[in-house]
């Protein structure tokens, strides 16, 4: 049941995130960026961790570049069976990866710990879990990991019920380009 409830909000979600034009993208894309970049985690944190935007996901170019200029430590995942987070230094710098996503590329260099993860979602609920693409990647690393989760999405990606599972996890804050949302 809960596998179905999220394959029908799953779909619901992607088809109104896939219609925005680009100028919409960019816009709120921008006054996500803007909250980001003020927060008090993102000034604190030595190593973020960001996703590479797909399908008109909320774009995190401006974020991470905005990181790199502040001197931090950058990061994106890498997939495999699983998703390790690697450093890199610029936008160019990244390589094709699984899923056609630009990721860090691994030759001469370590995972690294990121102590803030700026996450992607399909969905979020006010109970603070995501609703991702289904294949777990992120639950399963967030579940080992001690870093601050900031999700990251549209407003229209905010449902007051989530349909969750026992391995889902939580973020600590979600930001939108209309409000940031905390327990």
Known sequence: MVQHLKRAL???MLKERDSLAPNDVARMSAAIA??????????????????????????????????????????????????????????????????????PSTKNTKPVEP???VVPGVAFGLCM???????????SYLAHSAAYRIGICYDFQIVDKLPTHENDQRMDEIITEKRVITL
């Open 129 to 139: 879990h995501r609703l991702g693409y289904g294949k777990g990647y992120y639950d």
């Open 115 to 117: 102590d803030l993860i």
């Open 10 to 12: 799953r779909e619901r």
């Open 34 to 103: 803007a909250s980001l970049l003020a927060h008090p985690r993102f000034r604190e944190a030595k190593i973020i961790g960001f996703y590479i935007p797909k399908r008109n996901e909320a774009d995190t170019s401006a974020m991470i570049e905005a990181a790199i200029r502040a001197g931090k430590v950058v990061s994106a995942p890498v997939t495999t069976h699983s998703i390790s987070f690697f450093p890199f230094t610029s936008l160019g710098s990244l390589v094709p990866g699984k899923f056609g996503i630009p990721e």
